[in-house]
């Protein structure tokens, strides 16, 4: 039996590969992204069985089968149980929550030796499993908690005047003109706030549209935005964000 592993982390294809192993079978090669996989697939005969990684460092791993039509056997192996617990069996053989149990290993290669002893079709729909995938609506943050002492608090998203950045930190200030230290940078609160409510005007800050209540032209190019309670410094959107930012508020 011909048995490949398509897994990103390296120590984890490793470690998949000593229990394939220890069943008795025998893993012939590792892949370990897509563009790898394809180039594999253009030039190798298929495997029988393939483990199958769901996402790989450049992308899902679901871009193989765009650019190569595999006829092995799958057993798709994920961190992401989202991913994974929605009527996923269909065509292939079976589906692996990481860290992979030896047991759960066994009785998905025993499944897939039964099918080739009976000669059952494996065939794997993979647009019906790639459905299943689809990003579903993104819900983005609506409150933050932030430690005051030895206490915690929750601030509402309806109630932050802006985010900005200061010394390597990240702050929340509120219109009731406070301000808290949160953990997490701008970039990432970028992609958890709705992008038609907030924008990113600078390095520094991100504002929501109902703060905007004043803007005015700058030096250079560049916007000033008055906020209702912010004045610790000047809320600038740059000169190469001024043409997007006047779209987000049109």
């Given at each position: 039996?011909?048995i490949i592993?398509?897994?990103?982390?390296?120590?984890?294809?490793?470690?998949?590969k000593?229990?394939?192993?220890?069943?008795?079978?025998?893993?012939t090669?590792?892949?370990?992204?897509?563009?790898?996989?394809?180039d594999?697939f253009?030039?190798n005969q298929?495997?029988d069985?393939i483990?199958?990684?769901?996402?790989?460092?450049?992308?899902?791993?679901?871009e193989?089968?765009?650019?190569?039509?595999i006829q092995?056997?799958i057993?798709?192996t994920?961190?992401y149980?989202?991913?994974?617990?929605?009527?996923?069996?269909l065509?292939?053989i079976d589906?692996?929550l990481?860290p992979?149990?030896e047991?759960?290993?066994?009785?998905?290669?025993d499944?897939?030796q039964?099918?080739?002893?009976?000669?059952?079709?494996?065939s794997?729909?993979?647009?019906q499993?790639?459905?299943?995938f689809a990003?579903?609506e993104?819900?983005?943050?609506?409150?933050?908690?932030?430690k005051?002492g030895?206490?915690?608090?929750?601030?509402?998203?309806?109630?932050?005047e802006?985010?900005?950045?200061?010394?390597?930190?990240t702050?929340?200030?509120?219109?009731?003109?406070?301000?808290?230290?949160?953990?997490?940078?701008?970039?990432?609160?970028?992609?958890?706030l709705?992008?038609k409510?907030?924008?990113?005007?600078?390095?520094?800050?991100?504002v929501?549209?109902?703060?905007?209540?004043e803007?005015?032209?700058?030096?250079?190019?560049r916007l000033?935005?008055?906020?209702?309670?912010?004045?610790?410094?000047?809320?600038?959107v740059?000169?190469?964000?001024?043409?997007?930012?006047?779209n987000?508020?049109?």
């Open positions: 039996m011909n592993i398509i897994e990103d982390e390296k120590p984890a294809a490793r470690l998949l000593r229990k394939v192993e220890q069943l008795g079978l025998t893993v090669t590792m892949l370990h992204s897509v563009e790898e996989s394809i594999w253009s030039k298929h495997p069985l483990f199958l990684d769901i996402q790989l460092s450049d992308g899902l791993s679901f193989i089968f765009e650019k190569v039509k092995s056997a057993i798709f994920t961190a149980d989202e991913y994974a617990l929605r009527a996923f069996k065509n292939s589906y692996l990481k992979i149990d047991d759960e290993l066994k009785v998905a290669t499944k897939f039964e099918q080739i002893s009976k000669k059952e079709s494996l794997l729909n993979i647009e499993i790639r459905s299943m990003p579903t993104k819900v983005y943050k609506s409150r933050f908690t932030v005051i030895v206490q915690m608090k929750i601030i509402n998203v309806d109630d932050i802006c985010f900005y950045s200061e010394n390597k930190g702050y929340i200030h509120t219109f009731d003109n406070r301000d808290y230290l949160i953990d997490t940078p701008l970039e990432i609160l970028e992609d958890e709705e992008a409510n907030w924008y990113r005007i600078s390095r520094k800050f991100i929501p549209l109902v703060s905007v209540k803007i005015v032209v700058y030096s250079n190019s000033k935005i008055i906020l209702p309670t912010y004045k610790e410094d000047e809320v600038i740059s000169r190469e964000k001024v043409a997007d930012f006047k987000w508020m049109a």
